[in-house]
């Protein structure tokens, strides 16, 4: 199998249908199986693949060697989520006593609401939505507990800049992003958070109460985010899946008209058919007629997809370096904007020299292989490289961005698709 054929598979196990008959698993040798399960890997869906094989009963056609592999997998992340959720939990609570309403934004919401199995949802961090007026409240508190921003605390207006404080870490606890907005303040869209917060549901996660998205917003935060954000470069098959699993979940409670109307009054509509588009492309995803219609306006939704196919299995170097670079500030910015000489001290330590299990992570690393001390080389580089990113002017990086969506083959279908 070639990696087209693999990646063809994984589509067919994590989604509703696939074209032609069912794939005969028992046939698929043991070199494939490893490059199915790297792929699942790298896309953080191996837990995800576990537990869909185990659903339709044919994890037993996989060899017991791969089986036990995905297996640890969940597992793992499982046991990784688990310490997540209490922290999220002690964080909640704690802004609860201040009388501080927090929305749990992406995977929080996702893993424990929609999959309803916290183990199938990959994290990294945490990240929680307030109301701009309680911002730096919500600093402090995070501050009494122990967390330490990356940046030094932020004083006035400082975080304007961004739709997000600097990341809020604490030994052995996994990183906070503390949002005001779910889009940054120079993107296109027209979001009203105060409409966000109305629609807002109440409910508890993991013994803290909380507020979740409703699922019109929800739906359009997640394509947003994939599509602006992160340009379908990074874990693009794991955001598919998330508004795969989002639509069924909440087939009969999202409105689909609120949706489109939502989406046009935001100035989101390219962007959200597209993204819903390559799902459904991807996963047969069943949408009402009014969404296909949408879609169906805006071309050949399969042309779409072998873009993205193409765009996932053989990415150009420097179109991922530049999608990650674009879409977070490099080490030099955040340095920059540390109230302290010791904040900015710690700022570069912990960037230019992380610990091993985050570097096993950054790189999607086995905990077994020796190559980690390889990648703490490759790690400085990358650094290096992305802080040079701060002597190009912002109007560059703006054409640099746009310029995402035009590499190789697939340029005319993500112009049309997405208005560049």
């Known amino acids: 199998m070639d990696a087209k054929e693999c990646f063809g598979l994984l589509r067919y196990c994590l989604g509703n249908k696939a074209e032609g008959a069912e794939p005969e698993l028992e046939r698929i040798s043991m070199a494939d199986w490893d490059r199915i399960i790297q792929l699942a890997g790298s896309h953080d869906v191996a837990s995800l693949l576990y537990s869909r094989l185990k659903e339709r009963g044919r994890i037993a056609a996989v060899p017991s060697t791969f089986a036990r592999r995905l297996q640890e997998m969940y597992f793992h992340t499982a046991a990784k989520n688990m310490r997540l959720y209490s922290d999220f939990s002690e964080v909640c609570n704690a802004l609860a006593r201040r009388g501080i309403d927090v929305v749990a934004l992406k995977g929080l919401h996702l893993a424990d609401v929609v999959y309803g199995d916290i183990a199938l949802r990959h994290m990294n961090d945490m990240d929680l939505l307030v109301r701009r007026k309680d911002l730096l409240l919500t600093q402090d508190e995070l501050l009494k507990m122990g967390y330490e921003s990356e940046t030094g605390a932020a004083t006035g207006e400082q975080w304007l800049s961004r739709h997000h404080l ?13 949002h005001w907005s779910i889009t940054p303040p120079n993107s296109p869209f027209r979001i009203d958070m105060d ?24 739906l359009l935060h997640l394509c947003l985010h994939v ?27 999202i409105e689909w008209e609120r949706v489109i109307s939502t989406a046009a009054n935001r100035k989101a509509d390219t962007y959200v058919y597209c993204t819903l588009s390559l799902v459904r492309g991807l996963l047969g995803t069943e949408m009402p007629a009014p969404i ?10 399969k042309a779409l997809v ?6 996932v299995l053989f990415p150009d ?15 030099l910015s955040r340095m920059g904007k540390a109230a302290t000489s010791a904040g900015k001290i710690m700022i570069a330590f912990r960037s230019l020299f992380p610990t091993m299990r985050r570097l096993r992570e950054k ?48 340029s005319p279908v993500m112009r049309k698709w997405c208005g560049f």
């Open 317 to 331: 170097p420097l179109v991922r370096f530049l999608a990650a670079s674009l879409s977070s500030p490099p080490v």
């Open 227 to 253: 599509s602006f954000n992160h340009k379908f470069t990074l874990a693009a098959l794991r955001n598919a899946c998330d508004i795969h699993e989002t639509i069924s979940y909440y087939r009969h409670d």
């Open 306 to 311: 072998e873009a993205l196919v193409s765009r």
């Open 166 to 178: 600097a990341p809020f870490t604490k030994r052995a606890a996994p990183p906070i992003e503390i």
């Open 363 to 410: 790189y999607r690393l086995r905990r077994s292989s020796k190559t980690v001390y390889l990648y703490i080389l490759v790690h400085f580089l990358d650094v290096f490289t992305r802080s040079l990113l701060l002597l190009i002017p912002e109007r560059s990086k703006e054409r640099l961005a746009k310029l995402l969506f035009r590499d190789g083959a697939d």
């Open 292 to 301: 296909c219609d949408k879609m169906r306006d805006r071309g050949s939704e």
């Open 195 to 218: 409409e966000l917060w109305d629609r807002a549901r109440r409910a508890t996660i993991a013994g803290a109460p909380i507020l979740l998205l409703s699922p019109e917003d929800l």
